[in-house]
């Protein structure tokens, strides 16, 4: 568990409970991570104060920001109007994904051409990946740069409104192609090209260009970036949205599993090495080896994850849209949160819910 060197005073019964939210990508399944929001949103008792997203996560996270902007240009009442305008927002871009028929509409009419009209479901979407990585880039395949994503979310996301308005705030980040390094964009830099690199898979779709630089997908880098949260943010308490399994139960055998468990390890590796570096200075306060102010505070981590029922989805199935799957997901995260309300509400501003050195960090030397 991660802890404090001086503990907070308890909270009074009936205050708001600040929290800053840390949303992962994974395609399609961030339809379990608008559920969550969705229930989140509903509990008066908690303010959002941050949000961190990357793909997936960053479209949710614009998502419910834009909901809150136009409440607030509208005036509404400052708790059920942009509670409420976060959740139909949310709602109008999953509904708008659906729409879509799934998120890689385009690559599977690619892949029927390359594969003498089979559908890319029949032979799984890693496979697809592959084949396309092996012989066609997206240069060739979509000189066009046609993407649907970019469409709905241009006709759907105010981003100058959730630059004005600021609350809660918005972190969104992307993979800087030629260094590797993670790149933050907020504020004014927020806008549609930041999230589009946020969500870039290079197998599908070119490099956004951002002031002359190349992005790819956010999950390479950082998934998501915990930084802006601890950095630029008031609240201790982080909530991480998970919905890449750290665990499998068993070892991958065929081609498929093997490169689904590749995907899940990739985009999981950054989240891991962050949360062992917030446990780590945790350590450090709690034993008085490092002076808790402006520089180091302690953190209070919390994840909220699908389990066994998320883990049941292979990575592939990130690339389908298919409303079902989506509504599924969505209740999913619904009934997560909401089980997780009940067991760790009263943990907020106390102390973190998460057992990082179990889940995060592993077995380490005994000196360490």
């Known amino acids: 568990m991660t802890s404090n060197a001086t503990p907070p005073e308890p909270a009074e019964p009936g205050a708001l409970r600040r929290v ?23 509990d008066t008792r908690i303010q959002i104060d941050c949000i961190s997203g990357t793909s997936a996560g960053a479209v949710n996270a614009v998502a419910l920001a834009h909901g809150f902007a136009m409440a607030a240009r509208a005036g509404e009442d400052k708790t059920a109007g942009p509670r409420e305008a976060a959740r139909a927002s949310l709602r109008k871009i999953w509904q708008g994904i659906e729409a879509m028929g ?4 385009m690559a599977e009419n690619i892949s029927k051409t390359l594969m003498g009209g089979w559908s890319s479901g029949k032979v799984g979407a890693n496979f697809f990946g592959k084949t396309m990585s092996q012989w ?58 930041a999230v589009m690199a946020s969500a870039c898979l290079p197998t599908l779709f070119r490099a956004v260009e951002i002031d002359g630089e190349p992005y790819w997908d956010g999950g390479f880098s950082s998934n998501p970036a915990l930084q802006p949260l601890i950095n630029l943010c008031d609240s ?33 590796a950054s ?16 034993d008085g080896r490092l002076q808790e102010g402006a520089k180091y505070k302690s953190l209070f981590l919390h994840r909220i994850d699908g389990g066994e029922a998320l883990e049941e989805l292979p990575a592939s199935s990130k690339m389908s849209a298919n409303t079902v ?5 969505f209740e999913m995260g619904q009934g997560a949160a909401r089980r997780w309300l009940r067991r760790h509400f009263e943990a907020l501003g106390q102390q973190g819910t998460v057992n990082i050195r179990r889940d995060y960090v592993g077995s380490l030397p005994q000196e360490f």
């Open 20 to 42: 800053n939210l840390a949303l992962q990508g994974g395609g399609s399944h961030g339809a379990f991570t608008w559920g969550v929001l969705d229930t989140l949103l509903q």
């Open 102 to 105: 799934r998120l890689g509409s």
């Open 136 to 193: 066609v880039s997206p240069y060739q395949s979509n000189p066009l740069d046609i993407n649907p994503l970019r469409r709905l979310l241009e006709a759907e996301i105010d981003f100058s409104a959730i630059a004005a308005h600021q609350a809660p705030k918005v972190f969104v980040s992307a993979t800087h192609v030629t260094t590797g390094r993670v790149e933050i964009f907020s504020g004014q830099r927020l806008g549609l090209q």
């Open 236 to 268: 201790r308490d982080i909530i991480v949205v998970q919905i890449n399994p750290l665990k499998r139960d068993n070892t991958p055998q065929t081609a498929h599993e093997i490169m689904d468990r590749v995907n899940e390890l990739t985009f999981n």
């Open 271 to 286: 989240l891991l090495s962050q949360m062992r570096a917030a446990d780590f200075i945790n350590r450090l306060l709690a």
């Open 325 to 329: 799957m989506i509504e599924n997901l």
